[in-house]
């Protein structure tokens, strides 16, 4: 008798305990459909929109620290890989455009921005830390997740770009 | 018997009561979190400001932790 409430009791606990971790996509995942207006410009533009192209997605906001770090990186990757099919789109999870422009004229951006503000995109992604990269192929197909941003992150994350667009495995 | 159920079952009312309160907040709302006046010891000038007189107040560098040594030339 005890031990039949106690098991119903763990069972309730769990249920209604702190929120289980929804686990982030993970490499050979399709990317979720996701779509956003560009920060710049009234139009919406959505992931499917660069089908066919390598997209570098990156989550920021303008109160992430490392993000500014990142932003340098992204800016040389996209001069130097955009003709070979890179695609970099920034998506700003900022609560108003205003806090991204501030932002963004400290930390200039030469890749697309897009403003999600309701959050749509990173709950598809289920983001795990800010900020978060997906490389996503030109099937769709996400190939490489990266959370969180250092300088020595750097020829890494350029190598696993590279090798996805060269079409690698 | 009887009685341990009792408190056994007002415990785990009172626990669930309790971590129903608990939420995790996503990465990409954590922006007012990220504010400087949630940091632990808000806010940070005033922080510096009383660290500053407290040290003063103590009569040494750096009387809050280690630091300068007792030569007074610090």
């Known amino acids: 008798m005890t031990l039949k409430f106690a098991r ?142 250092r300088d020595s992150d750097r020829t890494e994350l350029r190598r696993k770009v590279m090798e996805i667009l060269n079409g690698g495995k | 018997m009887r009685r341990t159920m009792v408190l056994a079952r007002g415990a785990t009312l009172l626990l669930m009561a309790v971590l129903s309160g608990c939420s995790t907040v996503p990465p990409w709302e954590r922006g007012t979190l990220a504010k400087p006046v949630m940091s632990v010891d808000p806010p940070p000038q005033e922080q510096q400001q009383k660290l500053r007189t407290y040290s003063a107040k103590e009569g040494g560098a750096a009387a809050t932790g280690v630091g300068g040594g007792g030569c007074g030339c610090n």
């Open chain 1, 8 to 149: 119903a009791a763990l069972v309730a606990l769990a249920a209604i305990g702190p929120a289980p971790v929804a686990w982030s996509l993970a490499s050979g995942d399709n990317a979720p459909a996701c779509s956003a207006q560009l920060l710049d410009g009234a139009h919406t533009v959505s992931l499917a929109d660069y089908r066919g192209k390598v997209v570098y997605l990156d989550f920021w906001a303008s109160w992430c620290a490392p993000c500014r770090e990142s932003f340098p990186f992204m800016n040389e990757l996209q001069g130097d890989l955009g003709d070979k099919g890179l695609q970099i789109v920034g998506v700003s999870v900022d609560k108003t455009a205003e806090e991204a422009r501030r932002f963004l004229a400290r930390y200039p951006a030469k890749f697309t921005i897009v403003l999600d503000t309701a959050g749509a995109c990173p709950s598809a992604f289920r983001l795990e830390g800010m900020p978060s990269s997906y490389i996503i192929d030109r099937a769709g197909v996400v190939r490489a997740v990266h959370v969180g941003f």
